[in-house]
């Protein structure tokens, strides 16, 4: 099974580019999300869908957008890159039958390596 | 707010000692608590999990308990191996919400 898939695994852009991070799913989860993982703060939540044409901010939305036309997809969009988005972003997804009651897993992609200069 | 509190690291042991990873939390209502662990160059994956008081998580020789009482999850292994060696994170979600709160992670090198 491949689960959740991410491309590129590593990147470089110039202030100011603009790029889109994928993320595919083929556990036919409703629930998918995006985070960014930098040194000594976690994981942060930027964006999550709860289904198909379904999208909202997390903790830290400004500078990226998210789309969700299939179940599958959940593409992510910095509109004009800037060197503090120099981070390792992961989708991750999972059920939504279940995850209101707090116990459905996640499954996460190996990570993509953005850095900005 | 909901928050993860770990214990900063990076931990250093020795194979085949005791290992302890603090986590500590805070929450409305009666989180699920997880343990996450990310192998080097690979996205998190679940270690193991509790949903309610006093139940106890365990995988891999790793546990966790949910103390209720003392906002406490934390992760204990008997006997450590070098390629337990990676970066463990706490987390927890709440009923009504789709979202994980996670802690910092807590890297953990094992020496041979």
């Known amino acids: 099974n491949a689960g959740v898939t991410q491309t590129p695994k590593f990147q470089v852009l110039k202030t100011g580019q603009s790029m889109t991070l994928q993320c595919a799913q083929d556990?036919?989860?409703?629930?998918m999300s995006w985070y960014r993982q930098d040194p000594g703060m976690g994981l942060r939540l930027i964006h999550y869908s709860v289904g198909a044409g379904i999208t909202d901010q997390g903790e830290v939305p400004n500078g990226y957008n998210v789309s969700r036309s299939t179940t599958e997809d959940f593409p992510l969009r910095l509109l004009s890159a800037a060197p503090s988005q120099t981070s390792v972003y992961f989708c991750a997804s999972s059920q939504l039958q279940g995850a209101i009651g707090g116990n459905t897993e996640a499954f996460f992609g190996q990570g993509t390596r953005l850095t900005v200069v | 707010g909901n928050s993860v509190t770990q214990m900063e690291g990076p931990v250093t042991l020795s194979e085949e000692a005791f290992l302890t990873i603090n986590c500590t939390y805070t929450a409305t209502g009666y989180p699920s608590l997880f343990w996450y662990v990310q192998y080097p160059g690979e996205g998190l994956q679940l270690l193991l999990k509790?949903?309610?008081?006093?139940d106890k998580g365990s995988n891999k020789g790793f546990e966790a308990t949910y103390r209720k009482e003392t906002t406490s999850f934390h992760l204990e292994k008997g006997s450590v191996q070098v390629s337990d060696s990676a970066v463990y994170f706490c987390?927890?979600?709440?009923?009504?919400?789709?979202?994980?709160?996670f802690g910092t992670g807590t890297r953990l090198k094992v020496l041979a």
């Open positions: 987390a927890l979600k709440t009923s009504g919400t789709y979202k994980y709160i």
């Open positions: 556990m036919n989860h409703e629930y």
């Open positions: 509790a949903t309610k008081a006093d």
